[in-house]
Nanobody, 128 residues
């Protein structure tokens, strides 16, 4: 059974940083499959933010949405993935979700309907 639990959300001022984490409690996706971060702002569709896809051995690849490239950094340590967020703006305010699927070799990693496993989400609010 897959169980994803996010944490680390909160309220910050523009320009500040925040780090989210997501633990895969059953180690279902440690060094396999792919895990992604999505976010959904009020009144908007859920969008893919970053994905980590497992490669050979313990290697992995990372991809980012254009809107966060250069500001966000996703990385994995064993059964946890993290999302370091820098230079936050009010547009980054959203509920952030961790999601997982068995493979990202096909399809579009940014499409939320391709992920069967989701965490409960953690809220990020950026305001002055």
């Amino acid at each position: 059974q897959v169980h994803l639990v996010e944490s680390g959300g909160g309220s910050v001022s523009p320009g500040e940083s925040l780090e989210l984490s997501c633990v895969d409690t059953e180690y279902s996706f440690t060094h396999r499959g792919c895990m992604a971060w999505f976010r959904q702002a009020a009144g908007k569709e859920r969008e893919g933010v970053a994905v980590i896809t497992s490669g050979e051995g313990a290697s992995y690849h990372r991809y980012y949405a254009d809107s966060v490239a250069g500001r966000f950094n996703a990385y994995q340590v064993q059964n946890k993935i993290y999302l370091q967020m820098k230079s936050l703006t009010p547009d980054d305010s959203a509920m952030y979700y961790c999601a997982a699927r068995s493979s990202c070799d096909s399809g579009d990693w940014k499409r939320d309907n391709e992920y069967p496993y989701w965490g409960q989400g953690t809220q990020v609010t950026v305001s002055s």
